[in-house]
């Protein structure tokens, strides 16, 4: 608990300062501490292969990513007049407003039911275990309980992704060949 | 973690942070020698008994330098660029096993700081985000030329990163486990996977010289084009730390070849007892990467992107199909 | 099972203790005082001009988003091999279908010239 509330309160304060800094690189850098500080929460959830993929996929790639775009469009001249200035109280209410609606809805039966059961006293990665082995207790491990489940029961939805992944390639060369020539 | 296990941690840490940089030291003491040799000169031999005590000499030069910081630089990034270069380069070693569990003082100490499921995906992610050091070095230095070096430094690291990670698979599929430490087990009953994994060893050994920025791949400093590039503007400790980052990384992607491909700290017979046998292995692909670069130039901005796309990614994929269609064949 | 992360959590502290004790110690040792010019940014010899922070080619960018496509491949081969004994010629059936479409991807990148550095 005191672990998830310190990871709480460093990721959102990353976030906040993530909006708030006025150069992209440092927004982006604030981005990573917040990227880090979920992959620790998802090995608080017994997540090791999620923890790891959150930073080699998303610090890792999509930072770089996210660096050389700010390069394209030359770092340290952004515009810093504020051109929402009359959005500013407005964001604050409608943000108070979202929190209250969560609270709330964290508060109706439904919702506090299903909550009752979680994390739940017998994990994904458990269930899987159980399910092959007849019994939780023979060693595999989390990355291959997540392998047996992507590659049994969720086989279709794991090759719609390579086609997805085939679009994003075809995208991304459209987008940037004009550029290139 | 209780009293005891904390104590094992640190004193563990401790060892694997002295036993880095000592093979830091002196793995720039030996690449000089051996440069020096193949190039019919001796190389440093007059500090200390043939040189032996020339690493020492040059800490205290790079201690006792100026530590100049530019004009224009972004001072929060300039010094945590090193910083982050330096703690990714020691963390990674973290999940690399160098020996048996020992008995030592009544105690059953495993030879390894820790040993988890995603351990092989843990040195994979240090590497990433041991870019950002580069990158940052690059950026923060208001330097045109370590600018350019930084960004060139990301552009290689990502493409030589997505073989690297292919050739890895191959050995899963014969472990079937991302444990190092099951991956040692898994040699010891069996052939070392460099017997069964020979494409894979080479596309491994190219694409990690690639990511350690060595020689023929150090195009990110390439002293003649960019005067050194991401770390133009570093002076003394500073730049040390970023010389210790990159030689503590080169010890440890030869440790993680010696783990994955050459059968760990097993050896084919038992003169050496498990550290012993590991060291050995590392020196052997160390003094690889310094007879490498004495002997291979630079290549080219162009040519580096070529080998990296369009021969080691499509052929590490090669190397996944066969290990499954060879697999599937002997069950 | 968070143990087991504990000895790593050590290790990252007590290496990012070291680096700020020779960042420190970078700062305190070493001689004081500059000679003219020292504080300018090293340009070989010429008084730098412009800023050094200069716009970057598309190249880049495009590159990264291959890298991004590819590597989120690349991980999911890594669940897919540890279980590949597990689920035999059905993983491969599965894996080769995959393998193509990415495969088709590829091509294509390669064919408009997108990996190709001039």
């Known amino acids: 608990m005191f672990l998830f509330l310190l990871l709480a309160v460093v990721a959102v304060a990353a976030s906040i300062a993530m909006i708030t800094a006025r150069n992209s690189i440092h927004s982006a850098l604030f981005l990573v501490v917040d990227f880090f500080c979920l992959a620790v929460l998802y090995l608080t959830l017994n997540a090791e292969f999620l923890a790891a993929v959150q930073i080699v996929v998303y610090a890792g790639a999509i930072m770089v990513l996210f660096l050389f775009v700010i390069t394209l469009l030359n770092p340290g001249n952004e515009e810093t007049d504020d051109r929402l200035r009359g959005q500013r109280p407005l964001a604050v209410a409608l943000g108070l407003a979202l929190l209250v609606e ?61 086609i997805v992944l085939l679009l994003a390639v075809i995208g991304a060369v459209v987008l940037a060949k004009r550029q290139l020539r | 973690m209780t009293g005891g296990d904390i104590i094992e941690a640190v004193v563990k840490s401790l060892i694997i942070i002295v036993a880095l940089l000592t093979a830091f030291a002196y793995m720039t003491l030996y690449e000089r020698r051996i440069l020096g040799r193949m190039q019919l000169r001796s190389g440093p031999n007059r500090v200390g008994p043939a040189g032996l005590l020339q690493p020492v000499a040059d800490g205290v030069k790079l201690a006792f330098k100026q530590a100049i910081t530019p004009r224009g630089v972004d001072k929060p990034l300039y010094l945590l660029a090193p910083a982050i270069s330096v703690v990714t380069a020691l963390s990674a070693f973290a999940v690399i096993p160098v020996g048996p569990t020992y008995n030592i003082f009544g105690r059953a100490i495993p ?82 996977y460099i017997l069964v994994q020979p494409l894979a060893f080479v596309i491994y050994l190219i694409s990690a010289i690639a990511e350690t920025n ?43 070849a010696a783990t994955l491909f050459l059968g760990g700290w097993h050896g084919p017979f038992d003169l050496l007892s498990g550290p012993w046998w590991l060291l050995a292995k ?29 021969w080691l990614l499509p052929l590490a994929l090669l190397n996944v199909v066969l290990t499954a269609i060879g697999i599937t064949l002997l069950q | 099972m968070l143990e087991s992360y504990g000895p790593v959590l050590i290790l990252i502290l007590l290496s990012s203790a070291l680096a700020a004790l020779v960042l420190g110690l970078s700062s305190i040792m070493g001689p004081r005082g500059l000679g003219r010019g020292a ?14 922070r200069q716009r970057f080619p598309v190249r880049f960018a495009l590159l990264a988003m291959l890298f991004l496509v590819f590597d989120i491949e690349v991980i999911f081969f890594y669940p897919w091999a540890v279980i590949f004994r597990r689920l035999g010629l059905y993983g491969l059936i599965e894996m080769l279908l995959f393998i193509g479409l990415l495969f088709v991807g590829y091509i294509y990148a390669f064919k408009k010239g997108a990996l190709n550095w001039e």
């Open chain 2, 111 to 192: 030879f390894h700081l820790a040993d988890f499921n995603v351990g092989l995906l843990f040195v994979l992610a240090m590497g990433s985000l041991g870019a950002y050091g580069i990158v940052l070095a690059g950026y923060a230095s208001n330097n045109k030329y370590s600018l350019l070096g930084g960004l060139r430094a990301a552009a290689q690291l990502i493409s030589y990163e997505l073989a690297l990670g292919l050739s890895l698979v191959g050995i899963l599929m014969i472990s079937g486990s991302l444990s190092l430490t099951a991956i040692v087990e898994g040699q010891a009953r069996g052939l070392w």
């Open chain 2, 282 to 310: 590392i020196i052997l692909i160390l003094t690889l990467y310094v007879v490498l670069r004495a002997t291979l130039p630079r290549l080219r901005y162009d040519q580096l992107m070529r080998l990296g796309w369009h």
């Open chain 2, 214 to 256: 060595r020689a023929p791949f150090d195009l990110v400093e390439a002293e003649q084009e960019l005067v050194g590039g991401y770390h133009t503007e570093y002076t003394g400790l500073r730049f040390a730390l970023f010389f210790m980052a990159e030689y503590i990384n080169m010890v440890t992607v030869s440790a993680l």
């Open chain 1, 102 to 162: 969560v609270a709330l809805l964290l508060r109706t039966q439904a919702i506090r039911d299903r909550l009752g059961d979680f994390p739940p006293a017998t994990s994904f990665f458990e269930q899987v275990q159980t399910r092959i082995n007849g019994t939780p207790t023979a060693p595999i491990g989390n990355v291959q309980a997540i392998g047996i489940e992507l590659f049994t029961t969720y086989v279709l939805p794991f090759e719609v992704v390579s």
């Open chain 3, 39 to 52: 504080r300018d940014t090293y340009e070989s010899g010429i008084i730098p001009t412009t800023s050094a």
